[in-house]
């Protein structure tokens, strides 16, 4: 597993890390126990990048993770977001607030419930639309001076707001959504990222499960799973993402790999400065995947995938209808 930089400001991370958001929500049942054995054997294994944010769980995440990386935290880069508002009462319920007020009193509660004194990287999980970006991001740069947090991230942006909030303060990283079947980035925000030194950090690498090839019918899915209102997984959605599917698999039979493995070594394959955080809570997951990292795939390789697995591709927008206002701001 090879440490790189991430981005420009002096952050550093493995290549693949591990997004740990469904150990405690979004993706059927959770299992404390083995989440926090999957991320110490992630550890073990190298991977040096922990994703969480306060709106998991919600809340829940961050003590998780804060617990189980205790005995390596100062060997590891790790980040969390906030922005996306949430009440523990009514967790359905969502806003987005990017007030420089909300952005101090926000870290505050991240820090406690990592129980960690500073966080490597943390981002703007959602852009305010009331708020003007350079307002937000000017407060997290007094984190940076207060020594709350040592790197700016930003998630969804769209490439101009991106280059207004670099101009603001120097960004570390961008996350959004990237994989095989989510590739609207490829247009502006990744030659962007690359453009201006920052990492560019692929979340949901595969496409929430699907892309593994285990994920064989609706009904695999657990009544309160939130794929089951994701438009992907859907009626004749999921039937025609089925096909797609199969497809990796026959490749990955020829690449001697998972399909799993052959979907973050796509990404991972499409520039340097792109770092995947496919999430899992299961040590056997955890297992195959960081093993991509050793699936090299050629020109022809990717030239083969491009044939069977075009851009735009997947049926269904990626998030439901409502999700997709708040992305790409
Ligand atoms: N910025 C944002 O708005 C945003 C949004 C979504 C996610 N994220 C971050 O990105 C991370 C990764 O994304 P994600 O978790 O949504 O999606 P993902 O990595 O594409 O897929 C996760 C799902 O795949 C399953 N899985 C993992 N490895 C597998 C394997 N080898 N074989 C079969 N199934 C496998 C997991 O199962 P199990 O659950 O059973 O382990 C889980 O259900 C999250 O954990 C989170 O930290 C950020």
Redesign the pocket.
């Known amino acids: 597993m090879k440490i790189k930089n991430l981005g420009n400001q002096g952050l550093k991370a493995s290549e693949l890390g591990l997004?740990?958001?469904?150990m405690s929500e979004f993706?059927?049942e959770k299992n404390d126990e083995e989440s926090i054995k999957t991320i110490h054997k992630a550890f073990d294994l190298g991977v040096t990048f922990f994703?969480?944010?306060d709106m998991y769980g919600p809340y829940v995440n961050e003590k998780l993770v804060g617990k189980a990386i205790a005995p390596f935290r100062k060997e590891i880069t790790l980040a969390t977001?906030f922005g996306i508002v949430r009440d523990s009462e009514n967790p359905k319920n969502r806003g987005v607030n990017g007030r420089p007020e909300y952005v101090k009193s926000s870290v505050e509660g991240s820090l406690k419930r990592l129980n960690v004194e500073v966080i490597d990287l943390y981002?703007l999980?959602r852009k305010d639309p009331d708020t003007p970006i350079e307002e937000t991001i000017g407060a997290m740069s007094d984190l940076v001076k207060e020594g709350k947090i040592r790197g700016i991230g930003v998630?969804?942006l769209n490439a101009e707001t991106l280059r207004k909030a670099h101009a603001t303060y120097p960004v570390s990283a961008l996350?959004?959504?990237y994989?095989l079947w989510s590739r609207d980035p490829e247009d502006d925000i990744i030659p962007t990222c690359k453009e201006l030194g920052i990492a560019f950090v692929a979340?949901?690498?595969?496409?929430?499960?699907f892309l593994?090839g285990?994920i064989k019918k609706f009904e695999d899915l657990e009544v309160d799973d939130y794929r089951r209102f994701s438009p992907r997984f859907v009626g004749d959605n999921f039937e025609k993402n089925i096909e797609l599917v199969k497809k990796i698999e026959s490749i990955a039979r020829e690449k001697d790999c998972?399909p799993?493995q052959l979907a973050l070594a796509w990404v991972m394959a499409q520039g340097d400065h792109i770092f995947p955080?496919?999430?899992?809570?299961?040590v056997k997951?955890l297992e195959?995947?960081v093993k991509a990292v050793d699936v090299h795939l050629s020109q022809k390789d990717l030239e083969q995938i491009e044939e069977i697995f075009p851009k735009n591709a997947a049926a269904g927008t990626r998030y439901p209808e409502a999700f997709m206002k708040s992305v790409n701001l």
């Open positions: 997004g740990c958001m469904g993706y059927g994703d969480t944010a977001k981002y999980h998630s969804e996350q959004t959504e994989s979340y949901s690498p595969l496409g929430r499960g593994t285990q998972t799993a955080i496919p999430g899992t809570k299961r997951y195959e995947n």
